[in-house]
């Protein structure tokens, strides 16, 4: 069992940037999830870590030894591929006791045995021990990949997407039981994912990472609740976060309220949030779409609107609403509502839901905490 220590990490490839100045505390038997679109350098920092590539600047820690300059034969790291990357004229049992074969990590006939067998009974395919890998499903195969780097018993267990070749239905029963393994493991873990449910329901944190940079480090709460920059904000949620330009006006003698959606429908900032906007005259504000309320019945708080499409999904549904001034809200429903296109509609937003961002860095600012955390997590 290790800690991991990222500091300053960058990394070149001629003339397309991998990482830059990635730092990132690990802490022992920490599962930690590195989360972001495609290309935005989530791979080259697990890569980093494995010493598969070596950094232009930066350095690496690992239970508090530098492992700069090391091979990746030496620093006690296990690795599972998003290609499992098997060897398809092995057994179950030879592909998993492989690593325990080899010169640097040979173990006794008997001691392989016992490995092999333990991890295969976590994996639950102690029973298809003898099966060739051609003979495998992908979800066989993917957790055959995991028990191959389990057996190693390493200080640092590093998966890259291991779950993303996956149908939808398996996906998600993998998720629930690497959750359930997570106490077996009890060892450091670094996830990457471009994934956010993934990230979100394994890691104790997610390191949020894009073009190259971090962007957030913190609880999956956190990050959905409280991210750093509207760019974070837009990378968690489906569907996307719902952004829409505001102006703060100030009422004499009374609180500040937003001017949005081209209606003059009262929107009062939150009084915490008020002091956080440092008197900014325009903001961009976040909304989700589980928190844009569709409502029958016609007030003066309520906004306008037509439906411009509807997307029902089963217990869910979307409906995007295209508002006065022609901004598309997306709203997320219960699935028994139906709305024909071109309907006219109304809505309404909590003014203690909202997000706000600086309108020109994307920069977080402020949300209210005086709306109920437990109604939020929703």
Known sequence: MASVQLHGLTKWYGKRLGVENVTLDIADKEFITIFGPAGAGKT???????????PNRGSVRIGGRDVDGLEPADRNVAMVFESYALYPQMTVFDN????????????????????VKRCAKVM???????RPIQALSNGQRQRTALGRALVRQPDVFLMDEPLSHLDAK??????AELKEMRSQLGTTTVYVTHDYLEAMSLGDRIAVINQGRIQ???TPKEVYFMPA???????????????????????SGGRPELQILGENVPVGVPSDVVPLLNGAETVKIGLRPSDVDVVEINNKGNFHGLVYSFEPLGTKSVLTIESVDGTRIRALLDGHRVFDVDRRIQFKIDPNAILFFD???GAFLAKSKLIREEAGDG
């Open 359 to 361: 309108s020109e860095r």
């Open 44 to 54: 080259t920092t697990l890569s980093l870590i494995a010493g598969i590539v070596a």
């Open 216 to 218: 957030q480090v913190g």
């Open 229 to 251: 920059s509207l760019e974070v904000a837009q990378l968690f949620g489906d569907p996307e976060i719902n952004v829409i330009d505001a102006k703060v006006a100030s009422k």
């Open 96 to 115: 998993m006791a492989f690593p325990l074969r080899s010169p640097k990590h040979r173990k006794s006939p008997q001691d392989v045995e016992d490995r």
């Open 170 to 175: 398996l996906r998600h029963s993998m998720r």
């Open 124 to 130: 639950k395919i102690d029973h298809l021990l003898q």
